[in-house]
């Protein structure tokens, strides 16, 4: 299984991005997916998640109603979309599948065994 992260750049506070994850060597469907983030000196948080086969969405307390994931089953693609941003979510966000975690250990990063390679979100003020 593999990950490719992809969308990331520099974008003025108040602005939007979308980034796409896209899994290869298994369904993503039979996956649930994440992104999550490590800002410059901090540790690595969840944002947005969508869980397998129901693709309920889940988000962070701070991204709701901002951020938005979604699936695209037939691209075996997740995209996250990213509104109204701001300058403290300047980040490298990864994103993360499994695909036996149960809902309760979705938010843990240590719960997802594959990772792809990041990509960088700047916020400028």
């Known amino acids: 299984v593999q990950l490719q992260a992809s969308g990331g750049g520099l974008v003025q506070a108040g602005g939007s991005l979308r980034l796409s994850c896209a899994l290869s060597?298994?369904?993503?469907?039979?996956?649930?997916m994440a992104w999550f983030r490590r800002a410059p000196g901090k540790e690595r948080e969840f944002v947005s998640a969508i869980f397998r086969n129901s693709g309920s969405p889940i988000y962070a307390d701070s991204v709701k109603g901002r951020f938005t994931i979604s699936r695209d089953n037939a691209k075996n693609t997740v995209y996250l979309q990213m509104n109204s941003l701001k300058p403290e979510e300047t980040a490298v966000y990864y994103c993360?599948?499994?695909?036996?975690?149960?809902?309760?250990?979705?938010?843990?990063?240590?719960?997802?065994?594959?990772w792809g390679q990041g990509t960088l979100v700047t916020v400028s003020s």
């Open positions: 993360a599948a499994d695909f036996t975690l149960i809902l309760s250990s979705v938010r843990m990063s240590r719960a997802y065994d594959y």
């Open positions: 060597g298994r369904t993503s469907r039979q996956s649930t």
